[in-house]
């Protein structure tokens, strides 16, 4: 029998992981600005409609803002607990 192929992701949510775990590793620490939508579809070879799709609930991935790590791990405690 064939393992089950694991599910690829979109690429608007790979950028979403990407500049999440540069957040949360301390590659961008707290302050350093998230690069623009340009710079992203120039990163990614990507239309401006692939970054505008990056789904960012906590708010702390959008193109052109300041990292904020603290924020982030608050989000990711909040659904933590509600799992709970």
Known sequence: ???????RLSLHDRILSDLESRILSGAWPPGHRIPTEQELRQTYGCSRMT?????????QCRAGAAAAQDRVHR??????DRDS
């Open 75 to 80: 989000h990711a405690a909040e659904i933590a």
């Open 51 to 59: 970054v505008n799709k990056v789904d960012d609930p906590a708010g």
């Open 1 to 7: 029998m064939a393992a089950a192929a694991s599910p």
